[in-house]
């Protein structure tokens, strides 16, 4: 072979040899962009599968959190979280935030009205009242006092009777106590008036009780609803004798039966009567004291009216019952351990006014411990004077709301089984 021919073939055989280089570099550079190619694939495929796996699982996770929250509402409850169920207020409860309430809403001029039990005519200065007509509504609604008291001149015939106290009750503002002194003798208002009670002679407890049944029909008939009834005097001058136990049955069985009927009930006079000023401690232990407190523990006595007499014998100060603290509060609180309603004897009456003007006296029966101011000489002086002593501070207001409680509770004691 020729030197061209050799020279010819070596450049084919180095021109072959190239090109399966270039064909093994192609074959290997195809190969490894294939595998570079499936490692990404794998890679990502991990990768999605992972935030897969994350999702699903903070999804379980979040669910099983909600339901440990949801579990542990239900489950774990502090004390705080348990709703209580509502107290049963008792009746004495109920009826204390009524009075409460009451009180909140008065101005100190209402309060102060409503501490007085006078005349219809005293209201109104009307000579004669037999009908409520404006005057009365006039007063009313400038002194807003706690009751009205009648005597025989007001009574006229049963229908203007019925007519005048219940226009006299609508009229109030506020609940009115309509009072007058009945029992069952000629003394007594509706006896004295218009007549027609059938009482039977009272020398026991049964016939206490029916006469008392009887004067208290007659009383809701009419529209009153206060009886300044029975007098408690143990002794000769008593209407119902000496024997202290017989009084006893005489009074409670009474007072039972106004009670029994929605008639309030106040005994007089405490501790005994003017004409029994020189009676010791003992004597009124054995006699009147027993009768009030057999009467007032039986729980049929609304209040207690006092007398305007002077107790030496009782007390070292010579001061009428009614604006004596030592005789209300030492005597008929402590001793006796009456709490409810304390009414001064009249303040018209000469024991008290030829000592004391009609301010004066007012204002001592407040600070001696009375709740209801009856009958003042001159009532607009005592209102004023008593208005006067809570402005000054001679009397505070919460000494005032102390009795208002008391006379707002027999008013509202029969609101209690209407609330609940």
């Known amino acids: ?246 009084v006893s049955d005489v009074t409670v069985s009474f007072t039972n039966a106004l009670s029994d009927s929605g008639i309030f009930a106040c005994l007089y006079d405490f501790p005994a009567s003017t004409s029994d000023s020189e009676i010791t401690k003992d004597e009124l232990s054995a006699g009147n004291y027993s009768v009030y407190q057999k009467a007032i523990g039986d729980g049929s006595v609304s209040a207690v009216m006092m007398s305007n007499g002077s107790f030496p014998g009782l007390v070292s100060v010579d001061t009428p019952a009614s604006l004596s603290y030592e005789i209300i509060g030492g005597e008929l609180r402590n001793s006796v351990g009456f709490d409810g309603v304390v009414i001064t004897g009249p303040l018209d009456q000469e024991a008290i006014t030829s000592k004391y003007s009609s301010a004066e006296a007012a204002v001592s029966a407040i600070a001696a411990g009375a709740d209801i101011i009856y009958l003042p000489e001159n009532f607009e002086e005592a209102y004023q004077g008593v208005l006067d002593a809570v402005s000054n501070g001679k009397i505070t207001e919460e000494r005032i709301d102390e009795s208002l409680k008391r006379i707002y509770r027999l008013k509202y004691a029969d609101k209690v089984g209407q609330t609940n």
């Open 1 to 246: 072979m020729g030197r061209l021919e050799e020279q010819d073939f070596d450049e084919k055989r180095l021109a072959r040899r190239q090109r399966r280089k270039k064909s093994q570099l192609i074959a290997f550079i195809s190969l490894f962009t294939f595998f570079a190619i499936i490692v990404i694939l794998v890679c990502f495929g991990i990768g999605a599968i992972k935030k897969v796996i994350g999702e699903k699982k903070a999804l379980q996770e979040q669910a099983a959190l909600e339901a440990s929250i949801e579990n542990e509402n239900v489950v774990i409850e502090t004390p705080s979280d348990v709703e209580e169920e509502p107290v049963e207020m008792s009746e004495s409860d109920v009826l204390e935030e009524i009075v409460n309430g009451c009180l909140n809403e008065l101005t100190l001029e209402d309060k102060v009205a409503g501490l007085f039990m006078v005349t219809p005519e005293q209201l109104t200065g009307v000579e004669t009242v037999v009908k409520a007509g404006s005057s009365t509504q006039d007063a009313l609604s400038k002194y807003s006092v706690c009751g009205l008291v009648y005597s025989p001149k007001n009574l006229k015939s049963q229908e203007q009777v019925s007519e005048m106290i219940k226009s006299t009750r609508d009229m109030s503002k506020y609940p009115i106590f309509v009072a007058l002194k009945e029992d069952g003798s000629s003394e007594g208002t509706i006896s004295a008036s218009l007549g027609g009670l059938d009482i039977p002679e009272i020398n026991n407890s049964d016939t206490a009780y029916s006469a008392g049944t009887n004067i208290a029909a007659a009383m809701f008939k009419y529209g009153f609803n206060f009886d300044l009834a029975p007098s408690v005097d143990v002794s000769e001058n008593g209407k119902y004798g000496t024997d202290a136990a017989l």
